[in-house]
């Protein structure tokens, strides 16, 4: 199993960035994913996924109108569209998955210590 995340980078305030995670081993439609973050000094935490099979999406707070998740099973791929972005989003951002569990789309995101797959971490800047 292996997940490759893209798509970090510099922006200013009020912009936008599109990440990409793709995975490779598995097929996508059957496990939820989702984007996680961690900003210095700061904990990681689940921003946003994508539930298995259909299984709805989860937003943290703090991105909920401004991010958008979305998954194009066919090419295993997931993407995390992020507009409206503020220095609060500054963090590395990371891909993650787990092994098929039956975990509702909101637990799997709050709870990123339980997932065993991740993605090298992808970096996004927000700064004038």
């Known amino acids: 199993v292996q997940l490759q995340a893209s798509g970090g980078g510099l922006v200013q305030p009020g912009g936008s960035l599109r990440l990409s995670c793709t995975v490779y081993g598995f097929t996508l439609e059957n496990h939820n994913i989702g984007w996680f973050r961690q900003a210095p000094g700061k904990e990681r935490e689940g921003v946003s996924c994508s539930g298995r099979y259909d299984g709805g999406t989860y937003y943290e707070d703090s991105v909920e109108g401004r991010f958008t998740i979305s998954r194009d099973n066919a090419k295993n791929t997931v993407y995390l569209q992020m507009d409206h972005l503020n220095a609060e989003d500054t963090a590395v951002y990371y891909c993650?998955?787990?092994?098929?569990?039956?975990?509702?789309?909101?637990?799997?995101?709050?709870?990123?210590?339980?997932?065993?797959?991740w993605g090298g971490g992808t970096l996004v800047t927000v700064s004038s």
């Open positions: 993650a998955t787990d092994d098929a569990l039956p975990l509702a789309v909101s637990t799997f995101c709050l709870n990123p210590h339980l997932l065993p797959h």
